[in-house]
């Protein structure tokens, strides 16, 4: 079974400085890792996905992550927030071998201050 | 495409009664997932189908909970009796490879 850990319950940064969410997982097997964004009152989006290959995903929005295997960290990034990155962001991991199933983490609430 | 569509968007009942919450997939989807997300539990997957199959309902809380998916295009997450913890947003999910697509959620609130 796998699991995710968000550091950040909460994250305040000011626009147009830089952010991360830190994310960090567990499993025994090779998996698949996402990161997806809530707005108030919608569901979840992806932001981006690494399924194998280059360990520097980029994203939607500006947004980039890093898979780092052997720190078993999936870090999400933006050079520049903008006030509408105000939001929710999940990490996420599955088994590549079964990748249907999805295990979310807590979440990170990234407030941007204007 | 409309994407994942769901009803009704906000349902609020009286403890005991049944509930029956919907959920139409993206046309082509062969995965649909039922989740529920509380601020104490975060988001927990309840149940998913493939092919209008379920292939894994441990997620389901106890036996209030039923889910169904009599075709491609309709599920249907019943709760009877319900009760206060029952209160969530509950999001339908489909998926036809890696990526889920979610729909906006039931705002349930038992009283």
């Known amino acids: 079974a796998q699991s995710v850990t968000q550091l950040d319950s909460q994250v305040p940064v000011f626009e147009e400085a830089p952010v991360e969410l830190r994310c960090n997982y567990s499993?025994?097997?090779?998996?698949?890792l996402f990161w997806y964004v809530q707005y108030p009152n919608q569901g979840l989006q992806l932001l981006l996905k690494y399924l194998s290959g280059s360990t520097l995903v980029k994203g939607i929005n500006g947004f980039e992550a890093e898979f780092n295997k052997s720190q078993t960290s999936f870090h999400l990034r933006k050079p520049s927030v903008h006030i509408s990155d105000t939001a929710e962001y999940f990490c996420?991991?599955?088994?590549?071998?079964?990748?249907?199933?999805?295990?979310f983490g807590i979440g990170t609430k990234l407030q941007v201050i204007p | 495409d409309a994407g994942v569509i769901q009803s009704p968007r906000h349902e609020v009942t009286e403890m005991g009664q049944e509930v029956t919450l919907r959920c139409k997939p993206i046309s082509g989807h062969d995965y649909l997932f039922w989740y529920r997300q509380t601020m104490m539990r975060g988001l927990e997957l309840l149940i998913y189908f493939n092919n209008n199959v379920p292939i894994d309902d441990s997620g389901m809380p106890e036996d209030r909970f039923s889910a169904k998916m009599p075709n491609a295009s309709f599920s249907t997450l019943k709760i009877q009796p319900s009760e206060p913890r029952d209160s969530a947003v509950y999001f339908c999910?489909?998926?036809?490879?890696?990526?889920?697509?979610f729909g906006p959620g039931t705002r349930l609130t038992v009283t």
């Open positions: 996420a991991v599955s088994d590549s071998g079964g990748y249907q199933k999805v295990t």
């Open positions: 999910a489909s998926s036809q490879q890696t990526q889920q697509y």
């Open positions: 499993s025994s097997v090779s998996v698949y």
